[in-house]
T-cell receptor
Framework: EAGVAQSPRYKIIEKRQSVAFWCNPI?????LYWYQQILGQGPKLLIQFQNNGVVDDSQLPKDRFSAERLKGVDSTLKIQPAKLEDSAVYLC??????????????FGSGTRLTVV | AQSVTQPDIHITVSEGASLELRCNYS??????LFWYVQSPGQGLQLLLKYFSGDTLVQGIKGFEAEFKRSQSSFNLRKPSVHWSDAAEYFC????????????FGRGTQLTVWP
């Protein structure tokens, strides 16, 4: 089966610019996650979707970050305006069910963002 | 607050030696437990998971992990390490009250000497 697809792989932007990341989950996976992984740390959940509804966005900095999952499939994460501390790898993951009990979570390769 | 502790930031072992990576969590009930591996420039790959039942879990690539409720631990082991096992390893915890959210440790970087 195809994995979780993410694009772009790398992005370099200046602070205060905007940027968008795209994710296509595994076909049939209802739950989609965006994680932020800062260098030297474990991933941290930003937002979780169940189909096209938001389940958890408590850790999303909503003044600058936004995400959507139209039609319950692909998702886009946007940062506007970017800050230096947003430099990180942004990982998208998907799972069949909410708790990942059916098969665990499958992660994409991530988008490495550098803000200069 | 929930937390996951991986006390070893960096571990170095010789090829063929045994390996144990430590993971402790703080949560009242039994959580869902995972180990992931991440190679440079790659996403996280699931090694194994524990939800319930037998506390010794077998995973891919010859890895196993043991859940010890009394110690709130879920340590990862491999009897004989291969050079290709060099990567970063993350322990993660999921809990019922926040379905889906995984709490990750900071990771343990594994270096394998030939």
């Amino acid at each position: 089966e195809a994995g979780v697809a993410q694009s772009p792989r790398y992005k370099i932007i200046e602070k205060r610019q905007s940027v968008a990341f795209w994710c296509n989950p595994i076909s049939g996976h209802a739950t989609l996650y965006w994680y932020q992984q800062i260098l030297g740390q474990g991933p941290k959940l930003l937002i979780q979707f169940q189909n096209n509804g938001v389940v958890d966005d408590s850790q999303l900095p909503k003044d600058r970050f936004s995400a959507e999952r139209l039609k319950g499939v692909d998702s886009t994460l946007k940062i506007q305006p970017a800050k230096l501390e947003d430099s990180a790898v942004y990982l998208c993951a998907s799972s069949l069910d909410l708790a990942g009990t059916a098969g665990g979570y499958t992660f994409g390769s991530g988008t490495r963002l550098t803000v200069v | 607050a929930q937390s996951v502790t991986q006390p070893d930031i960096h571990i170095t072992v010789s090829e063929g030696a045994s390996l144990e990576l430590r993971c402790n969590y703080s949560y009242g009930a039994t959580p869902y437990l995972f180990w992931y591996v991440q190679s440079p420039g790659q996403g996280l790959q699931l090694l194994l998971k524990y939800f319930s039942g037998d506390t010794l879990v077998q995973g891919i690539k010859g890895f196993e992990a043991e859940f010890k409720r009394s110690q709130s631990s879920f340590n990862l082991r491999k009897p004989s390490v291969h050079w290709s096992d060099a990567a970063e390893y993350f322990c993660a915890v999921g809990i019922g009250s926040t379905l889906g959210r995984l709490y990750f440790g900071r990771g343990t970087q594994l270096t394998v000497w030939p």
